[in-house]
């Protein structure tokens, strides 16, 4: 079994920042199989970063030069740096594992003047 936490959303005004924290526990193998997805009302989970081949990170267009993937492996957190948020952002964001796949419990973004 894996679990998974996340931590750090919020409200924030466009433009500003966001850092998400995801805490992996359990039978995590590596965090190289680790992503961020997200779920906006009325609309379907999307993928917004992940961790493709070791050493490589892969991002959904609407996000690329804006949201950074990183990991602590000491740790066994993945981040999810989000900088000059838009409306269009707001969403639920979900850490997951996909060797199972498992998910976290969600962490509400909201990006609004």
């Known amino acids: 079994q894996v679990q998974l936490v996340e931590s750090g959303g919020g409200l924030v005004q466009p433009g500003g920042s966001l850092r998400l924290s995801c805490a992996a526990s359990?039978?995590?193998?590596?965090?190289?199989?680790m992503g961020w997805y997200r779920q906006a009302p009325g609309k379907e989970r999307e993928l917004v970063a992940f961790?493709?081949?070791?050493?490589?990170?892969n991002y959904a267009d609407s996000v690329k030069d804006r949201f950074t993937i990183s990991r602590d492996n000491a740790k066994n957190t993945v981040y999810l740096q989000m900088n000059s948020l838009k409306p269009e952002d707001t969403a639920v964001y979900y850490c997951?594992?996909?060797?199972?796949?498992?998910w976290g419990q969600g962490t509400q973004v909201t990006v609004s003047s």
């Open positions: 359990g039978s995590v193998f590596s965090l190289n199989y």
């Open positions: 961790f493709a081949a070791v050493g490589t990170t």
């Open positions: 997951n594992y996909r060797l199972g796949p498992y």
